[in-house]
């Protein structure tokens, strides 16, 4: 009987250069804006090429890739939309083209989260070719996130193609890890109202910066005292942006908004995050502030709406938890090691998936989060192409867990 993981090996080995010239054409293709319509075509490409039984773009933009026949439903989720470069001079090199460099990619989106994809698409291949997929239907699902966390999927399930599945696979950079989990969010927008005046005359007006100040300090001063817990840890508050309305650089400020990152830990829930924010406010500006949810209701880049709140749920799985040990024999096998499970510090589609949805779901990719939307965005070569083994022969051990 041939080993598994000896087997996948040699088949990843085999494919090491492919892997990686596959991995430089989609850094390669901007994907900012969530504008993926070009980068899933060249992704679409691979997987006719591969033998995948359906390749298609959903209605939202996003790229779906279906192998396997199976009762139960596993996909592979790998956000293929990146964020902006911003100032160009602060890079050395193209960031899409980028450079390799000690056996490091470094390009735009190589750690968030293109590096994902070549595994995922060549490791269901593989996993279909050995006889792993025999329990499963299984779908690549190349998303947009950066856009709106959590919303690709949300529509994966409740429009198309309209399948609930039984188990997902996150590829978000986890040092080659099994993550189980992270915390939640909400978003929040805080507006105050003023008056505008000739700042000369200031006294005449009001304004509404000025009503904002102690909102924001004690903001400031909250983030330290809220609730923790022990595997996701502390919750966090943060203003993360600004709006003024001003009828110039010389006069009162009639309106002001702040906008508020607030990161949910187990225990917290969103009401109580809004309300702590209410608090905040003195009682005789209340009917002057206003606090609310934020609403997503952008069409993506072909056109398609799909309304959702900026509310997103705090989720982990425990460590015995099938999918979990699955994920952590997978890891034994191949590398004869173990390694620590872990949880994300940012968010991912696993609110909606797992939070929302309760889709029992981990997390495993090439890279490290601390690169992620930085100009030294990365991934070790070795790692994406070991990568590949992980989603080869992961669905093989998920089904033994789970008979």
Request: aromatic share 10%; proline share 5%; hydrophobic share 35%.
């Amino acid at each position: 009987m041939t080993d598994k993981p000896t087997e996948i090996q040699k088949r990843v080995n085999a494919s090491r250069e492919e892997l990686i010239q596959f991995m430089l054409e989609i850094c390669e293709i901007p994907s900012m804006d969530s504008k993926i319509g070009p980068v899933g075509e060249r992704i679409q490409a691979e997987m006719k090429k591969l033998g995948f039984e359906e390749v298609r773009f959903d209605k939202m933009g996003n790229t779906i890739g279906r192998i396997g026949n199976g009762k139960r439903v596993l996909v592979y989720d790998s956000h293929i939309d990146t964020v902006g470069i911003g100032d160009p001079s602060t890079w050395e090199w193209d960031p899409f083209k980028g450079k390799v460099e000690n056996g490091i990619l470094y390009a735009r989106g190589a750690s968030d989260e293109k590096g994902s994809t070549p595994g995922m698409v060549y490791g269901l291949a593989m996993a279909r070719d050995l006889g792993y997929l025999d329990d499963f239907t299984a779908y690549y699902f190349g998303n947009m996130e950066e856009w709106c966390d959590g919303i690709a999927p949300n529509t994966f399930v409740e429009v198309d193609p309209k399948i609930k599945p039984d188990f997902v696979v996150i590829g978000e950079p986890t040092r080659m890890q099994v993550y189980r989990g992270h915390k939640g969010r909400v978003e929040l927008k805080v507006t105050s109202s003023g008056r505008s005046a000739h700042a000369a005359s200031h006294h005449l007006g009001d304004s509404a910066l000025y009503k904002m100040l102690g909102v924001i300090s004690g903001i400031r001063d909250l983030d330290a005292h809220l609730k923790s817990h022990e595997f996701l840890g502390k919750g966090t508050i943060m203003v993360t942006d600004t709006r003024i309305s001003t009828a110039s650089i010389n006069a009162v400020p009639d309106g002001f908004t702040i906008f508020i990152d607030r990161r949910l830990t187990f225990g917290e829930t969103k009401e109580e995050a809004v309300q702590q924010v209410k608090d905040l406010i003195p009682g005789y500006l209340r009917d002057q502030i206003k606090v609310e949810e934020m609403f997503y209701d952008e069409p993506s880049y072909t056109g398609f709406v799909f309304p959702v709140d900026k509310y997103y749920p705090a989720w982990a799985l425990e460590e015995s938890h099938p999918i979990v040990q699955a994920g952590q024999e997978t890891v034994r096998q191949l590398w004869n090691e173990s390694r620590p499970s872990g949880k994300w510090s940012f968010s991912t589609n696993g609110t909606y998936w797992a939070g929302k949805a309760g889709i029992p779901s981990i997390g495993f990719g090439p890279g490290d989060e601390v690169h992620a939307h930085t100009i030294l965005d990365q991934v070790k070569l070795d790692d994406l192409v070991d990568a590949t083994a992980f989603y080869a022969l992961f669905p093989k051990l998920l089904s033994e867990k789970v008979k």
